[in-house]
């Protein structure tokens, strides 16, 4: 049975971005019941009940306490602070933003959507970079960071081979390619067949140095291509980046589902939430219009509903995604009417429905202005 200390550890995830710190941290979570059959009610108190942030702040805490194991519903009771409330809040987001000095230079506001597999081949880059693509084509700001630190292939899908350099602030700068911002050791090392030779610490420690040494300009949404399985830099992840959430590849092969869901595991025990499912290679379709499940059916369904979540697209095997792999012309942009561009499309925008952007402006931000004005006031 899950218990109060988890689902205020899932909170911390729930970041309040123009304050810069969690509803936990804020004093925002004001009452935790958890009954015996696993309905969670939560007291959340924002600085006025009817906030426009406040659909979005419901959306993140029901997604991060419903990750939990044996969370089976989750209720939220929104309501309006107190002035003296108010001006707590303020206080303690002041004191958190002297003491938290920005851990990464990834903004609060940017969302993060970490792509991950349980194991290779499933075409987890491929995704990575079409979702990308698709998202910057929708009209939003998107960074790429290829996280596959030893396994790096995004260079060479998005077609580039400049080198990444730093600024006069000797802060490394993104390489821009289709509209995004992209940061891969692949886009350091003297070529592709560099084989880069590290140990799970120096794993850990080259994803931080991404988040906290790259100067990514100001992004709604940061995809991060995780390397297959459950190691050191998923744990980092989520230690770095807790406003991150997860997608998840599989192909329809009942053994690649059982082997993805053990990083569906690992995402929820470090309190990531699990978005969807993305089934890739989901069958091929010939052109006299017969249709073959080459590598099985069923996995990503079945995988979805063991974790309670959404299939958030099916791409068909295509040999465009190859080729626009091979020549760096990602599918989504280059045949957009094809049946796996079209198809990356469709999940580049159900993720957007399913995890939108944050507001520039929000309520919350305006009143704690207000406040903070106030207070300065003399009486």
Known sequence: MVDQEQVFA???GVFDPELGA???????VQDVDISDDGRVTLGIALTIAECPMRSQIEDDTVRKVTALDGVREVTIDIRAMTQKQRST???????????????????????VIAVGSGKGGVGKSSVSVNLAVGIAELGFRVGLLDADIWGFSIPRMLGTDERLAANDDKVIVPVEVHGIQVVSTG?????????????????SKALEQFLHQVAWNE?????????????????????????????????????AQKVAIRVADMARRSYMPVVGVIENMAGFTCEHGEHYDLFGSGG??????????????????????VTGGDTGRPVAQADPE??????????AQRVIDLVPPVEDETCTARI??????LESQPI
Do not use: C, F, H
């Open 10 to 12: 899932a909170l911390r």
């Open 22 to 28: 969690d509803i936990v941290e804020l004093g925002m």
């Open 89 to 111: 809040v303020m206080e303690r987001a002041r004191k958190t933003a002297r003491e938290n000095a920005v851990p990464t230079r990834v903004d609060p506001k940017t969302r």
């Open 187 to 203: 886009l350091i090392v003297e070529s592709e067949e560099t084989a880069l030779m590290w140990r799970g610490l120096m794993l």
């Open 219 to 255: 992004l709604d949404y940061l995809i991060i291509d995780l390397p297959p399985g459950t190691g050191d830099i998923q744990m980092a992840l989520s230690r770095l980046l807790p406003q991150a959430e997860m997608v998840v590849v599989t192909t329809p092969q009942k053994a």
């Open 300 to 321: 990503g369904s079945e995988l979805a509903a063991a974790l309670g979540v959404p299939v958030i697209g099916r791409i068909p095997l295509d040999a465009s995604v």
């Open 338 to 347: 094809g049946a796996a561009g079209a198809a990356l499309r469709a999940t």
């Open 368 to 373: 704690a202005r207000l406040v903070e004005s």
